[in-house]
């Protein structure tokens, strides 16, 4: 699946927004403060320029000459003469003339020197000089830029906003459903259609719950089948010895019999169960190899069989094998089970057919019996646990239905494969391959 980038373009892009909305804030400010600020900046230069346009003004009319300056430059400023006297000013507080010490260093060197942030003087012709100082001040300067920086931050705050909403909202809803879960409600699901990275978390959750809710059906099925399978035989069992009490001595021999093959019954489920939950657990990891033959093991289970159903016909077909690395009780197990099935599910005249050959750097065992078969829709299935086809239930031959879910997983956990060919009525074979 294509992965979907879509929240990540989100962020990046929203910190793209957040720089350009900084960036036109700040000019914006920029170009109101400096409104006033242009000559505020420079005031010696601003100073100079007023004396040098002040220079040849007539002395009737330098007090109009400041009054028009100081308005059009906004600030106040005072004419001096080198004792310190006022020839002119503008402006509601015109700066104090110069220390008689600092305006005879402005007279005789320099010709502008800064007397503060927004204040200077300057020398104009030889014996007068011009102060002025900005009407803004620098207080109410730096509170227009700590406002207007406050405003900046307003707008990305607010900007913000909708995007912070759009990532917290999703992320607290996946986790009270994630604590809905922690709570035991495994049907909660969290079902966001969102095409970006959230929603790709939202259905990874939900698939997750999906999964651990059919894991824990499984395992409450399993526990169920296993608690009915145990209960048959112990049913049986009490009967037997309720009978066997009562019994005339001649009978009693029966009645233990009868037990002594529920109690094989039993303890064949119990194993096989420990079996499934070993290799559940270790799979591959659980297994105790040895190299055996497969052909050795066939003609124990082949003998095993001929002892639970006697006179029954098998022809074999056994070709030299390579050796194979297998735990010999399991895959024994596995033979046991396949053709205990050949022989329950077919007709007793029916011969059963097994091949032993060598194949594809392995061996492959086929075991063929001409009996009821398995329904097409059933095929899938006869390797579950407990599974057992109707036909072969209505046929009353017993079984758990664990049998070829065993062998699956003891084939699988050797790194064999087992396959079923099945036609209803025509018969079924059974092939296992394993490898060498
Ligand atoms: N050779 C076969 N012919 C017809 N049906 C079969 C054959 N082998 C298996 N099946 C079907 O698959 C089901 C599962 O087989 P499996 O060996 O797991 O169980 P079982 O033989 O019924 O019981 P168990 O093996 O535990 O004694 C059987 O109940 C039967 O319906
Ligand atoms: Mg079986």
Do not use: C
């Not at 004419?79 to 507080?93: E, F, N, W």
């Not at 995007?163 to 909660?188: K, M, N, Y």
């Not at 049913?235 to 037990?259: K, N, W, Y």
């Not at 007709?347 to 009821?372: C, F, H, K, N, S």
């Amino acid at each position: 699946m294509r992965r979907r980038r879509s929240l990540y373009r989100r962020v990046y892009l929203h910190g793209v927004l957040l720089l350009v909305v900084l960036g036109i804030a700040l000019s914006v400010v920029g170009a109101v403060l400096g409104r006033d600020s242009r000559f505020h900046m420079s005031p010696s230069r601003t100073a100079q320029h007023v004396a040098h346009l002040l220079e040849p003004v007539p002395a009737a009319q330098v007090p109009a000459f400041l009054e028009q300056a100081a308005d059009m430059l906004n600030m106040d400023m005072a004419v001096y003469t080198a004792d310190g006297q006022r020839l002119a000013a503008a402006g509601a507080r015109p700066p104090r003339p110069l220390a008689a010490e600092a305006a005879a260093r402005l007279l005789s060197a320099g010709s502008s020197r800064r007397d503060g942030h927004l204040a200077a003087s300057a020398r104009v012709g030889a014996d007068r000089y011009v102060r002025l100082r900005s009407r803004v001040g620098e207080g109410s300067m730096a509170l227009r830029a700590l406002g207007s920086l406050v405003v900046v931050v307003l707008v990305l705050a607010l900007v913000s906003i909708p995007f912070a909403r759009a990532i917290a909202h999703p992320i607290e809803h996946l986790s009270t459903v994630a604590r809905r879960w922690g709570a035991g409600d495994l049907a909660a699901r969290a079902r966001l259609e969102r095409p970006d990275e959230i929603g790709e978390l939202a259905r990874t959750f939900d698939e997750t719950a999906e999964t651990l809710g059919r894991l824990l059906e499984g395992q409450r099925e399993l526990l169920a089948n296993v608690s009915h399978e145990l209960r048959t035989p112990l049913a049986r069992m009490r009967v037997s010895m309720a009978l066997a009490a009562e019994a005339p001595p001649d009978d009693v021999a029966r009645h233990l019999s009868a037990m002594e093959g529920d109690a094989d019954e039993l303890e064949r489920l119990v194993a096989d169960l420990l079996t499934t939950s070993r290799l559940d657990a270790g799979g591959a990891l659980a297994l105790q190899r040895a190299p055996a033959d497969m052909g050795a093991l066939l003609d124990e289970a082949l003998a095993r069989l001929a002892r639970l159903h006697p006179g029954r016909e098998v022809a074999r077909e056994v070709e030299p094998t390579p050796a194979v690395s297998v735990e010999s009780g399991l895959v024994g197990r596995v033979l046991d089970n396949v053709l205990d099935n050949a022989a329950k599910y077919s007709e007793p005249e029916r011969p059963i057919a097994v091949a032993l050959r060598p194949a594809d750097g392995g061996v492959r065992l086929t075991v063929r019996d001409q009996g009821i078969g398995i329904a097409l829709e059933d095929h899938a299935r006869v390797f579950a646990p407990f599974f057992r086809g109707d036909r072969s239930r209505a046929r009353g031959t017993g079984g758990a239905g664990l049998g070829l879910s065993l062998s699956k997983q003891i084939v699988d956990a050797h790194g064999g494969r087992i396959t079923v060919d099945s036609q209803p009525g025509a018969g079924t074979t059974i092939a296992i391959w394993l490898p060498a």
